[in-house]
């Protein structure tokens, strides 16, 4: 019997993301609200196209709001991703609700270890080029560069040239009005929380 190398975990969480983000480039997150806000916003972003849904899990109240939310993904035959993951404890909670993958706002890597032992697919986040080298280090070449809106499209440009194998996810201040900018730097994905409330932002980042 073969022993899976310690690259495997990794390579999976990468695999997840290329294939989770072949086709769309807008990833929802849908923080701070109770659980049927939580599951109303899930069905409209999944009406518009958006298959990525990022609850975040930053107090215990919010867990409430993500077992709604993954109760409604597995109704509806999608899948709940689980952000602001910074904790082992919090890796624990997305696998019990059954996450398909976690999101954090850096690089750690026992929490990115114990999600990718987990069955999950990790997005770490990163905001400087030693952070990126870091990430890559552990295998993994999807990204959160955040905070987006402060970075700015010529950090994910910039970051690109020395790192042209990174997927960055663009995560903070994104928008249906800068999301464009974002992808036209490189971005493969642009994140979006509050403007999922709003019909002419859905009508842009549908257009994505």
């Not at 867990?63 to 035959?77: D, E, H, I, V, Y």
């Not at 490189?186 to 979006?192: E, L, P, S």
Request: one cysteine or more; glycine letters at 12%; proline letters at 6%.
């Amino acid at each position: 019997m073969s022993v899976p190398s310690a690259g495997d975990g990794p390579r999976r969480s990468n695999a997840y993301f290329a294939a989770r983000f072949a086709n769309e480039r807008v990833m929802a997150i849908i923080r701070g609200l109770p659980p049927a806000e939580t599951v109303a916003l899930c069905e409209r972003a999944w009406q518009a196209g958006i298959g990525a849904v990022e609850v975040p899990i930053q107090s215990p109240d919010a867990l409430a709001s993500l077992r709604a939310a993954a109760a409604a993904a597995a109704r509806n035959g999608r899948t709940i991703g689980v952000g602001t993951v910074t904790t082992l404890e919090q890796v624990d909670e997305a696998r019990r609700a059954g996450a398909a993958f976690t999101v954090a706002p850096g690089f750690d890597a026992e929490v990115a270890q114990a999600s990718i032992r987990a069955g999950m697919a990790h997005l770490p986040g990163v905001a400087t080029a030693s952070e990126v080298q870091r990430a890559g280090s552990a295998g993994l070449r999807w990204l959160k560069a955040f905070p987006a809106a402060q970075l700015g499209p010529g950090w994910i440009k910039a970051l690109l040239a020395p790192f042209p194998e990174v997927c960055f996810v663009a995560t903070g201040g994104i928008d249906g009005d800068n999301a464009g900018e974002f992808i036209a730097a490189g971005a493969r994905v642009v994140a979006v929380g509050s403007a999922l409330g709003e019909p002419r932002q859905i009508a842009l980042l549908s257009a994505l």
